[in-house]
């Protein structure tokens, strides 16, 4: 850090600050992790330096043997762990993961079936009046996904995101009585439909999904079956999601977060059946930008640990946990969406408590526990100040935590949320933001948080 302080010494100090804060507070966010020593070094290094659009050994630049050599090792170790034909490593993000993941459906399912018809192989072969008819046929395309206020994510189909101007878009929700996904809504909505795309995944949904299920609904319908492991990666990675509740066997496309449960750095993975892995492979210089060659070979670090048998009891650990965790908000009295969790996290509805999530949220944050806003199902508060706070066990599970650890979590949320209560803003009027929690109970709250 003296390095960098000497260049920026602001810089030094956010580092510094951000260590301090995550050592001092509950780390309970369901999208983030502790990456390991390994993994962040790795990112500190030379790679970083170099530009290597393209894919492996068939860059557009010289001298990239040792980005191919980093591409390969984390290609290599996501197919060997999730057991998929392809993976395609360079994906920044999740979001871009899942843009290469739309631009290869595409290409696969509506450029190449255009080109062959043209009898061309390049789409500056077509003629002018080919050419448009395909932009026609790209702008008519459907996606099917999971709403917003079920557990979605902005990036399967929502009008605001770029995916939603992709596609024509539906969404499918959940029982509105159970808060679990409604297969049989779905097979009707896709029957109905018919989309290009069908999606699988989530943000915010606290069960598991059957993929056998979607992957019969999509054979049904003619979709490509497209899952967003993203929040759940690492629970496939240990072997926790098994069988049906797997991706990896039934999508023909799956794409992923590195730096959720999975614990690698930031960044995307896309892991497809093999017809795909051309279209897929052309995502730089296609969507993406050139490759960071540093994250890559994080990923590769992030990889090999996840193979090791000490990954797997981790996430094993992380299902434990996210039930003792519901248990110990369900015995206080908290109302959990779908009634509790079998996968990372939980959705808790803070209604009960006279509370938004907003104010929840905050409240919890004084306390010294890091917790997000979240949409329940048909949330009366909308997308901004929602209804609902998710849980998540994948940090505090790297820490350590155990079921009675996070028995405790539980207790301190609710001791907060129940001493919590609406605050007024400026004008003297209820305001969906304010709140007001005694300050010995932050304290309070806040010293027993550290003390775990
Ligand atoms: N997909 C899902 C299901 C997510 O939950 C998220 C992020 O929260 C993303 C994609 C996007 O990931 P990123 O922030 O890395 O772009």
Known sequence: LDVIAEVEPAVAGAIRGELADQR?????????????????????????????????????????????????????????????????????????????????????????????????????????????RLRRAFGEQRALGMSLDAG?????????NISGKMFHQRSYGTDPNTGLLDYAALRDMAREFRPLVLIAGYSAYPRRINFAIMREIADEVGATLMVDMAHFA????????????????????????????????????????????????????????????????????ALAEARRPAFADYAQAVADNAIALADGLLRRGARLVTGGTDNHLVLLD????????????????????????????????????????????????TRGFGP?????????????????????????????????LPENVADKTRAAAAEL
């Open 24 to 132: 001092a507070s509950l780390k309970l966010i369901a999208s983030e992790n502790y990456a390991s020593p390994a993994v962040l070094l790795t990112m500190g290094t030379w790679l970083s330096d170099k530009y290597a659009e393209g894919t492996i050994g068939h860059r557009f630049y010289a001298g990239c043997q040792n980005i191919d050599t980093v591409e390969r090792l984390a290609a290599d170790h996501a197919t060997a762990l999730f057991g998929a034909q392809h993976a395609y490593v360079q994906p920044h993000s999740g979001i871009d993961a899942n843009l290469v993941a739309f631009w290869g459906i595409l290409a696969q399912r509506v450029e190449a079936p255009a080109l062959a018809a043209a009898g061309a192989r390049h789409v500056n072969d077509l003629s002018e009046d080919d050419w448009e």
């Open 234 to 301: 690492g629970l496939v990675a240990g072997k926790v999601f098994t069988g049906e509740h797997d991706p990896i066997p039934y999508a023909h496309v799956t794409t992923t977060t590195t730096h959720k449960s999975l614990r690698g750095p930031r960044g995307g993975m896309v892991l497809c059946q093999r017809e795909f892995a051309d279209s897929i492979d052309r995502g730089c210089p296609m969507v993406l930008g050139g490759p960071l060659g540093h994250v890559m070979a994080a990923k590769a670090v």
């Open 404 to 436: 009675a650890e996070f028995d405790r979590v539980a207790e301190l949320i609710v001791g907060v949320l129940s001493a919590t209560s609406p605050g007024a803003g400026a004008d003297g009027r209820p305001s969906p933001a304010r709140f007001e």
């Open 152 to 160: 979605g994510h902005l990036t399967h189909g929502f009008r605001p």
């Open 350 to 397: 803070v209604t009960p408590y006279g509370l938004t999530g907003r104010q929840a949220e905050s409240a919890l944050l004084d306390a010294g526990i890091v917790t997000n806003r979240n949409s329940i199902p048909r949330d009366p508060n909308g997308a901004w100040y929602t209804s609902g706070v998710r849980i998540g066990t994948p940090a505090l599970t």
